[in-house]
C-alpha cells in the first residue's frame, strides 16, 4: 500500500513561486511515476507533470513548461513540483498521484492519491 502526503500549497499574487511536496511511503515499482495533477473549479482534470521511478524522465503539460520544474529526492521518498511565474489559470487543487507510467502520455495511470493541496494565485 502506498500513501502520499502533499504539502506546499497556499495563497499567492501572480509571478510568485510555490514549491509542493509529495511524501510517499510504500513500495513503488519499477515502470511506475509520481506525478501531479490539478483539479479547477468547473474544468477538467488536467495531468500537470511527472517524474518515472526508472530514469527519472519527466513530463510536463504544455501549460506549464518552462514555469514548473518536478524533481526528486530518492533518500526522502518526497518528489517536489517547483512553479515559478504563477499565473490565475493554475489555482487549482493539486494532487501527487502515483501508478505505472503511461507511456502514450507521460503521466501515471491512478493508483495512489494524495489528499491534495489547495494553490490560489491572485492580486
Known amino acids: 500500500q502506498v500513501q502520499l502526503v502533499e504539502s506546499g500549497g497556499g495563497l499567492v499574487q501572480p509571478g510568485e513561486s510555490l514549491r509542493l511536496s509529495c511524501k510517499a511511503s510504500?513500495?513503488?515499482?519499477?515502470?511506475?511515476?509520481i506525478g501531479w495533477f490539478r483539479q479547477a473549479p468547473g474544468k477538467e482534470r488536467e495531468g500537470v507533470s511527472s517524474?518515472?521511478?526508472?530514469?527519472?524522465?519527466?513530463y510536463y503539460a504544455d501549460s506549464v513548461k518552462g514555469r514548473f520544474t518536478i524533481s526528486r529526492d530518492n533518500a526522502k521518498n518526497t518528489v517536489y513540483l517547483q512553479m515559478n511565474s504563477l499565473k490565475p489559470e493554475d489555482t487549482a487543487i493539486y494532487y501527487c498521484?502515483?501508478?505505472?507510467?503511461?507511456?502514450?502520455?507521460?503521466?501515471?495511470?491512478?493508483?495512489?492519491w494524495g489528499q491534495g493541496t489547495q494553490v490560489t494565485v491572485s492580486s
Open positions: 498521484v502515483a501508478g505505472p507510467l503511461d507511456l502514450r502520455l507521460g503521466l501515471p495511470i491512478p493508483d495512489y
Open positions: 510504500g513500495f513503488i515499482p519499477e515502470y511506475h511515476a
Open positions: 517524474i518515472s521511478t526508472n530514469d527519472g524522465a519527466t
